[in-house]
């Protein structure tokens, strides 16, 4: 239920300030006379030195003395979990702070963390695996840019019936949070013209809902599945995945779902998140780009064409 609760915050909010605003955790302060854990403390010290704390367009108060952590700019605490004990962070929003680098694997000792905001920085790498962990168990709200949280930088998903002139559509997905959609549609001019066009659709994807696809592979096994699948039908659906994680490509053909259930998983959040993007206006072109074998750098296997 918490994924689902996370996946649905994630589908309908960006990393717009005005939607963090909206939806962000209310936390209360703790008294300057009472901070927080050494261990917490240590935790917010090695972010601030390792993304340039000293250069960050708002570090006020930070490395402060011992007991002034819940008043830094960004850090906000809640109540210890005891009447004596430490306050603990539960939000810290350095949203467009100027951070550089990358964050510590000292985060993930903020096991208090309800609310994590770092979009709109120059971060690089991904983030702490204790905190992916708890941002996929929906206890913990990460808002950054897509490549904090996967490796994966594209999912190109094609879907075409072997049966119909003017059924094939196309999405990409990337991580720098632009998508592409492209379906193949008859011109229809009489009743016998076989003219086809391409409509294309340009629309965003932010980063936490790209991320959710990318952990979506994972977790039904992606990479790890064979090249082909597909059953002895006629007429049936050519459904092509194309994933490009750490600049390889790997791909999955799916005829007649052929495949096994993980794939069906794969291939309906794909589609689920395509169709909940904001989308341009559609323009139309004289034919819609195919995928380009050339551009492959590698193979998830041997074997790469259409059974």
């Given at each position: 239920m918490k994924v689902l609760l996370s996946l649905g915050l994630a589908f309908s909010c960006g990393l717009s300030a005005q939607c963090i605003a909206q939806t962000a955790a209310k936390t209360s302060s703790a008294p300057l006379s009472r901070g927080i854990s050494t261990k917490e403390r240590e935790a917010l010290i090695a972010i601030y030195k390792t993304t340039d704390g000293?250069?960050?367009?708002?570090?006020?108060?930070?490395?402060?003395?011992?007991?002034?952590?819940?008043?830094?700019?960004?850090?906000?605490?809640?109540?210890?979990?005891?009447?004596?004990?430490?306050?603990?962070?539960?939000?810290?929003?350095?949203?467009?702070?100027?951070?550089?680098?990358?964050?510590?694997?000292?985060?993930?000792?903020?096991?208090?963390?309800?609310?994590?905001?770092?979009?709109?920085?120059?971060?690089?790498?991904?983030?702490?695996?204790?905190?992916?962990?708890?941002?996929?168990?929906?206890?913990?709200?990460?808002?950054?840019?897509?490549?904090?949280?996967?490796?994966?930088?594209?999912?190109?998903?094609?879907?075409?019936?072997?049966?119909?002139?003017?059924?094939?559509?196309?999405?990409?997905?990337?991580?720098?949070?632009?998508?592409?959609?492209?379906?193949?549609?008859?011109?229809?001019?009489?009743?016998?013209d076989r003219t086809t066009f391409c409509e294309v659709r340009h629309g965003q994807i932010f980063g936490e809902r790209f991320a959710f696809v990318a952990h979506t592979l994972d977790a039904n096994r992606f990479f790890s599945l064979q090249p082909n699948y597909s059953r002895n039908i006629t007429h049936a659906d050519f459904v092509s995945t194309r994933v490009t994680r750490d600049g390889k490509v790997y791909e999955v053909v799916d005829y007649a779902s052929g495949g096994p259930f993980e794939l069906w998983a794969i291939e309906t959040a794909i589609e689920g998140v395509a169709s909940t993007l904001d989308w341009d206006r559609p323009t139309t072109e004289p034919k819609c780009p195919r995928w380009d074998d050339s551009r492959k750098t590698t193979s998830h296997q041997d074997s790469r064409s259409r059974p």
């Open positions: 000293d250069n960050w367009k708002n570090h006020a108060r930070w490395i402060g003395a011992p007991g002034t952590e819940c008043s830094w700019y960004g850090v906000e605490c809640g109540p210890p979990s005891d009447e004596d004990g430490p306050y603990v962070v539960n939000s810290l929003n350095l949203l467009e702070n100027g951070l550089k680098g990358q964050i510590p694997e000292e985060a993930g000792k903020l096991t208090h963390l309800e609310w994590l905001t770092l979009g709109g920085n120059s971060l690089s790498g991904v983030l702490p695996a204790p905190l992916i962990r708890r941002w996929l168990s929906g206890s913990l709200r990460i808002i950054a840019e897509a490549p904090l949280f996967t490796t994966v930088s594209e999912v190109d998903f094609e879907d075409s019936p072997s049966s119909v002139l003017c059924g094939r559509r196309r999405i990409i997905l990337r991580s720098d949070e632009t998508a592409v959609e492209y379906d193949v549609r008859c011109r229809n001019a009489t009743p016998d």
